[in-house]
Every structure is written in C-alpha cells, then in structure tokens.
C-alpha cells in the first residue's frame, strides 16, 4: 500500500463565490459563512448598463465607418435589448423542468457583441438592422426556451418592442421569409427562418444575413460532406 503522509497545510486562503439563492442555489448557512469576510456586489442598474453598452457599440460603430442608418438606430438597440432582458428576469423565471432559465448580464452583452460581430459597415437598410437585433435576441434567449409558450411569449414581446422602440411591424419587416400558408403572420416557424451566420457563402466569412433558408440548408449540407471527406 502506498504510504499514507499527513500533510499539515499552512497559510491557505479560500476564495469562494456564489448567486443569489434561488433557481436551484440553495441558502447558506451563518455557521458557515462566518468563517469568510463577506463581499457583496450590487447589480448593475438600467443607467449604468446603458452607459457601458452604449460606449462599446458607439466606439465599434466608429472603428467599422457604420452607416448613420445603424449608427443612429443603436440608443434604440441599447434600450430595447435592456427591455427584453428585464422582462425576461421577470417573467422567465427557473423551475424544476427550466433550471437553466437564467439569465444575467452577460446575456445583454451577448446579444451586443453578436451585433458588433456583424458586417454592419454595409447595412443601409434600417430593417435590416433590426432583423439582425431580433436574430441576437432569438439566439441568446430563445433558444434557451422549452416549451412553445415561452417561445409564443417573446416572439410577442419582440413584435411590441419593435414597433414602440423601431416603428417597424414585425410582420412587414420579415415578409420576405412568409410564405403564402402563413398568412402574412409571424410565429414559431417563421421566425425560425430568420438567420444571420458567416458560412453562407465561400470565400470571405462575414457575418451577413442569410434570406433564403433553403439555400442555408443547401449550403450546410455541402459543408457538411466537406467535413465527412475530410474525415
């Protein structure tokens, strides 16, 4: 048997951290934490994450010479992502079947950074700019829901939004994804359609929209024997 050593440790400090309890974190007790000094951090509020936000899309709008019509939709992208986050802090709350429903502020600056990844240096259409912040929101918190009711609830809350913080209807804006059994209505499948990705064409990756969805499915279907050849 190998021999059994005891090891005193001397001069050891323990970092710990945690979230508020709730949505599966359970409570600690005061025996426990006694033995730490006690740090706590406040959340951000709607002025401060404005603040940040608006700086980063700002300077990166700047570096990438954006159009004025996206440069001047950003306040409105800042305010109407902050909308959708608080809402969904309120309402898609975690349960024993959604354990995972939660959402913080790196969320927020998910769907941020996933606009500034975009060729926004050639958009000059205003609803594209919005099909490309409903495309970040989708994939951040979208796809994230289980169940068509969480899903029905934001692709309605998006439909609000965007026609108080962008005057633009949802329906309208992605019609050119509808089809004639749709009846010129927004849903689940529809909105399914709306995609934005960098392989949609060869050669240089922007990350641009992709209008036709059979042609993404053409396209993945040749990466996808690509990859299997060179397997």
């Known amino acids: 048997l190998k021999e059994k050593t005891f090891r005193g440790m001397v001069d050891i400090e323990f970092v710990c951290a945690m979230g508020p309890p709730g949505g599966g974190r359970t409570f600690i007790t005061p025996r426990f934490t006694r033995w730490f000094n006690m740090i706590s951090v406040t959340e951000f509020d709607s002025e401060a994450m404005t603040g940040i936000f608006s700086a980063i ?14 440069k001047n939709l ?14 969904a802090l309120a309402s898609l709350l975690p349960t ?22 975009a060729d926004t240096e050639h958009m000059t259409d205003g609803q594209q700019v ?8 989708m994939r951040v918190f979208y796809d ?24 633009y209807e949802l329906d309208k804006m992605m019609e050119h994804l509808l089809t004639e059994e749709d009846g010129g209505t927004v849903g689940i499948p529809q909105a399914r359609r709306l995609l934005f990705g960098d ?7 922007d990350y641009t929209e992709m209008p036709d969805p059979a042609q993404v499915i053409e396209r993945c279907n040749t990466l996808l024997e690509e990859h299997n050849e060179m397997s």
């Open 96 to 117: 024993p079947s959604k354990s995972h429903y939660l959402f913080n502020l790196r969320d927020f600056g998910r769907v941020v950074m996933g606009i500034l990844m």
């Open 74 to 87: 950003k306040d409105n992208i800042i305010k109407s992502t902050l909308e959708v986050y608080d809402k």
């Open 144 to 167: 994230r829901l289980t169940d068509d009711q969480d899903r029905n609830w934001l692709i309605e809350l998006m439909r609000s939004i965007i026609k108080k913080n962008f005057s």
């Open 57 to 70: 899309m700002s300077f990166q709008f700047e570096k990438k010479q954006t159009p004025p019509v996206a």
């Open 199 to 205: 392989f949609g064409t060869e050669g240089k990756r």
């Open 130 to 137: 919005v099909r490309l912040w409903a495309h970040e929101v």
